[in-house]
């Protein structure tokens, strides 16, 4: 999870890692493994287009926790040492800074993007009280053997691998400002004792139980709600 910085729109929440959908994320269907807009699209409740979404929560996981779900020569990607470590480190700040597109960035590195192995997880729209409306989708991915999460300095404040139980704790004692969509995720991932059990429920869509009439007044969307 990480820290937003103290300022502009819900300044100081923790929040998973994530961003917004951007134009340089679209028509990348030639480096998705496992998954085609066809069979994104269906999954999110939208005619067409799905596919990018995966393609953003790839982009922005690597660019705020350095977290790179791709493959390599088949292979789950790991970088080699530590100067390719310092050059994937460089690579994700151009990425944020807009310097570098993920297209381009996957064709000199030889890489694929891993979208067989990001879930789609829930969708949120908040509600028209709020400062600002997002349109929201979730996703979850184990983490990829001999990769480590750190946070990026120019887009987060702070940044910490911790277990949903703990996190909720955090926001329990007072320690971390959380909103909803993000608290009902924790909840929901922390019923589970393993990530192999967690992600096979959301494979088989039986993680998020009813959609109360509460959570959907606080932003939670039916599956297949566009």
């Given at each position: ?10 300044p100081n929440l923790?929040?998973f890692?994530g ?6 994320d ?10 085609d807009?066809?069979?994104?699209s ?7 287009g799905g ?8 982009r ?5 926790c ?5 493959y ?19 690579h ?5 800074a807009?310097d570098?597109?993920l297209?381009a960035?996957a ?9 067989d192995?990001v879930?789609?997880?829930s969708h949120?729209i ?5 400062p600002?409306?997002?349109?929201t ?13 750190v946070?990026?300095?120019g ?5 910490d691998?911790v277990r ?6 955090n926001?329990d004692?007072?320690?971390?400002q959380?909103?909803h969509p993000?608290l009902t995720?924790l ?6 004792e393993?990530v192999?059990?967690l992600?096979?429920a959301?494979?088989?869509r039986?993680?998020l139980?009813?959609?109360t009439?509460t959570l ?8 297949g709600d566009?």
């Amino acid at each position: 999870m990480v820290q937003r910085p103290g300022r502009g729109i819900f300044p100081n929440l923790h929040v998973f890692p994530g961003g917004k959908v951007d134009p340089a994320d679209d028509g990348l269907s030639h480096l998705c493994v496992g998954l085609d807009d066809r069979q994104a699209s269906a999954q999110l409740g939208v005619t067409a287009g799905g596919l990018r979404y995966w393609v953003t929560a790839i982009r922005e996981c690597f660019e705020e926790c350095g977290v790179l779900l791709a493959y390599r020569n088949d292979r789950p990607f790991m970088a080699s040492g530590d100067d390719e470590r310092a050059r994937f480190d460089r690579h994700r700040h151009t990425l944020a800074a807009r310097d570098d597109n993920l297209a381009a960035l996957a064709a000199r590195e030889g890489l694929r993007l891993a979208t067989d192995r990001v879930l789609y997880f829930s969708h949120w729209i908040t509600p028209p009280s709020a400062p600002a409306r997002f349109d929201t989708r979730f996703f979850v991915a184990a983490m990829p053997d001999g990769q480590r999460a750190v946070e990026h300095s120019g887009e987060t404040v702070a940044g910490d691998w911790v277990r949903p139980r703990d996190a909720l704790a955090n926001f329990d004692a007072g320690r971390w400002q959380m909103i909803h969509p993000t608290l009902t995720t924790l909840r929901t991932a922390s019923r589970f004792e393993t990530v192999a059990g967690l992600l096979a429920a959301v494979a088989a869509r039986q993680h998020l139980g009813e959609v109360t009439a509460t959570l959907h007044e606080q932003g939670m969307q039916h599956v297949g709600d566009a």
